[in-house]
């Protein structure tokens, strides 16, 4: 079974890494997305997949997507892994997706193809754009320097300026949420790992993908003009 990795060309120094210490024997080529060199045999896993672009369009070849939270840890310690495909097609990919996992199975099936690059789209939307970064968005801030003061004018300032950030960011993200349900409806979910319903404590809940789940809520949000 070979393997085709698509990913930013930032992540794949250390998607690299970790699966050259992880799976030695596994047959697997990387390439960024404008890059076509897709075998027809190959398993194609699209990392960090660009919701607004990435065509849901199934052909015979094995196809998911996969969102990865970058970390300086992860080649080392394993990513924290979203997986979106048909049953059919994670069975086919687990193995490179359980060698990028922290442990065997340890990562989350959100949906079929196009809810990874939903919660992709959702952080992007949350921490910024941190593509050319390699280190998490929390890493990246700044703290106030050294004998910062705020009088209350620019506090007021500051607390309005924050309130209207946070309308637009929930409208951002509501948005989103409204495409993703319009383009994917909702629609019976079974995880790919039995576990996974026991662990999000799901199982008397709707059966519905997490990724549905985060998208109604979100649709939910209600904002002032």
Not at 102 to 129: C, E, K, M, R, S
Request: glycine share 4%; with cysteine; proline share 9%.
């Amino acid at each position: 079974m070979h393997y085709q990795l698509s990913a930013p060309a930032y992540l794949l120094p250390a998607i690299a890494t970790r699966l050259a210490l992880n799976a030695p024997t596994l047959a697997y080529s990387l390439c960024t997305p404008h890059i076509e060199t897709s075998s027809a045999n190959a398993v194609q896993l699209i990392l960090q997949p660009d919701f607004f672009h990435t065509a849901p369009v199934k052909t015979q070849q094995a196809c998911i997507e996969v969102f990865v939270i970058p970390s300086p840890l992860a080649p080392m310690q394993g990513y924290m892994i979203a997986a979106a495909g048909s049953h059919a097609d994670l069975a086919m990919a687990a193995p490179i997706l359980d060698a990028l996992a922290p442990i065997p199975t340890g990562w989350l099936h959100v949906g079929d193809f196009g809810a990874a690059g939903f919660l992709h789209q959702l952080w992007t939307i949350l921490t910024g754009n941190q593509t050319d970064s390699p280190l998490p968005f929390w890493q990246n801030m700044r703290s106030p320097q050294e004998g910062f003061r705020l009088n209350h004018p620019d506090l007021i300032a500051q607390l309005s300026s924050l309130m209207a950030q946070q309308q637009l960011l929930i409208q951002s993200l509501s948005s989103v949420a409204q495409l993703f349900l319009a383009q994917y409806p909702c629609s019976e979910f079974s995880p790919y790992n039995p576990q996974q319903a026991k662990l999000l404590n799901q199982e008397n809940m709707d059966k519905l993908s997490p990724a549905h789940q985060i998208a109604q809520l979100l649709s939910s949000f209600q904002t002032n003009n």
